[in-house]
């Protein structure tokens, strides 16, 4: 059976009265696995998965690329890094800036779910092994980009970078649906997932030539145009029409303690990454700038 086949189902893992449990929403709440119908607002969202490794491609959206490369060829095929299983974070999740860093920028993405073992798959057997879809926000603290020589280990995998949920959601075809980031409330990223440069299908197929991906593991798949910083106290929200709207809260931290190793850097090329290779957005960063300093 497909993931989109039957009838939509959204699942939650969440945390209620000390223990973790699988929920269902219904009527305006959740009804736990036994039986007990709850409200939101008792429970704390955990990430509706158990990976054994969160998988991400680079660009993968038209309007992205454009906005990063201008008239540029579209790639020819995709490349891929990883999270680590540490940057797993959930719905209310809150996302660190350290003292010191200014370009911590949301990039809302569609996260695809894997639900059975997959290894050497073609393309349409993809849909069968998925266990369905969520709600994803690739952050990133792009101050360390200069830091691992474009492996962003610490830019994209710093504790608490890959929240998702609310949960886990099957039965629609998400290939019509569209992907939305609100920042306190104003809408700054709109796209189609048609719009995808490689298809979920795709993605996983390449993945699977060489890697054994197992049930759980999270498939990030791209953001579109506009990623932008947050600051402090900034609410980002993500949403896929039909699998459900993510929230979390951006809270100032200190500086690591030790001080050594590479710093946070701001430089041009930085800027043209985390700004959208646009000098119009210096307005943008001057408002995280304040807000960093009044905080």
């Known amino acids: 059976m497909s993931v989109f086949d039957g009838d939509r189902r959204q699942r939650r893992r969440v945390l209620h009265a000390g223990s973790a449990q699988w929920a269902t929403p219904l009527d305006g709440g959740l009804m736990l696995d036994d039986g007990r119908l709850i409200g939101f607002e008792e429970v704390q969202h955990l990430a509706p998965c158990l990976p054994s490794k969160i998988i991400c491609v680079h660009t993968n959206y038209r309007s992205r690329y454009f906005e990063m490369l201008g008239d540029a060829e579209l790639p020819k095929v995709p490349t891929f890094f990883q999270k680590p299983i540490s940057a797993l974070n959930h719905h209310g999740g809150e996302l660190i800036l350290p003292e010191g860093c200014k370009f911590l920028n949301y ?67 998400i290939r019509d649906a569209t992907l939305r980031s609100y920042l306190n409330g104003a809408l700054v990223q709109e796209c189609a997932i048609a719009e995808m440069i490689f298809g979920i299908d795709y993605l996983i197929a390449d993945l699977a030539r060489h890697i054994t991906l197992e049930p759980g593991d999270i498939i990030l798949t791209g953001t579109p145009a506009n990623s932008r910083p947050m600051a402090d106290g900034d609410v980002i929200e993500v949403e896929v029409t039909g699998i459900g709207r993510l929230r979390n809260t951006v809270r100032a931290v200190p500086a690591p303690r030790a001080e050594l190793g590479d710093q946070p850097h701001d430089n041009a090329a930085i800027r043209q990454i985390a700004l959208g290779n646009n000098e119009r957005l210096s307005a943008h960063l001057t408002r995280v700038e304040l807000k960093s300093q009044s905080s």
């Open 107 to 173: 990039e809302g993405e569609l996260a695809a779910i894997i639900g059975r073992s997959m290894r050497n798959v073609r393309p349409d057997q993809v849909w069968q092994g998925l266990a369905g879809f969520s709600v994803a926000n690739d952050v990133s603290l792009h101050d360390l980009r200069d830091a691992d020589m474009n492996s962003m280990l610490r830019v994209k995998g710093t504790d608490g970078f890959c929240p998702i949920g609310p949960g886990i959601v099957w039965g629609q075809d």
